[in-house]
C-alpha cells in the first residue's frame, strides 16, 4: 500500500490519465488474447482519477487516524469495548472531524482535474468547450462558460463543505 501511495503520487495526474486512457486498454487487450476490449472512455476516465485520487485520499485517511492520541484507543480498551468497538465508536469519529477539510480539499482538486479527461476524449466541460470552440472559431466564450461552470462547481463544493464542518464540529 506504501508503494502504491508514493508512486501514484509522484505521478503526475495527466500522466496517469493518458496511461489509464491509452496504454492500459491496450496491455489488457493484449493479455487477454483480444477478448477483453475497452472501450468507454468514461469508463477509463474515471478509473484513471480513482486511481489517481485514491493515494491521496490514502493518505489522507492515515494521517487522520494517526492523529488520534494513543491514550483513547487505550482508555477505550480498558473500558472493554472490542477493536471494532473502539474503531467505530472512538478512533472513526475523532477522526472524520480531522479528515473533512483536507478531503474536502482533494474532491474540489478531482472535480477540477475531470478537465484532464479530455485528452482521452471524455465530453466533459472542457471537451465540450473544445468542440464548441472548434466549430465556431471563437474560442473566448467557450473557454470563459467551462471557466464559470468550474468556479460555480468548487464554489457549490467548498460551501457544502464548511456545512459538514460546522455539523461534525457542532458537539465540540
Known sequence: AEL?????????????????GFVLPGAIRELSGGRIVIRNDLLRGVLAIA?????????IFRAGIEAIPRGQ????????????????????????RIVLPPLGNEFIA?????????????????????????????????YNSAAVVYVVLTLSAS??????????????
Open 51 to 59: 486511481i489517481g485520487y485514491a493515494a491521496y485520499m490514502a493518505e
Open 73 to 96: 484507543v487505550e482508555a477505550s480498551r480498558s473500558l472493554g469495548l472490542s477493536g471494532w468497538q473502539t474503531a467505530r465508536f472512538v478512533v472513526l469519529p475523532q477522526a472524520v
Open 159 to 172: 460551501s457544502l463543505l464548511r456545512f459538514f464542518e460546522r455539523r461534525t464540529n457542532a458537539g465540540r
Open 4 to 20: 502504491y501511495v508514493d508512486l501514484i503520487r509522484g505521478i503526475p495526474m495527466l500522466v496517469v490519465v493518458l496511461f489509464i
Open 110 to 142: 478531482m472535480l477540477k482535474d475531470t478537465a484532464l479527461l479530455s485528452v482521452i476524449g471524455v465530453g466533459d466541460v472542457t471537451q465540450k468547450a473544445r468542440e464548441f470552440g472548434a466549430a465556431t472559431l471563437n474560442l473566448f466564450p467557450p
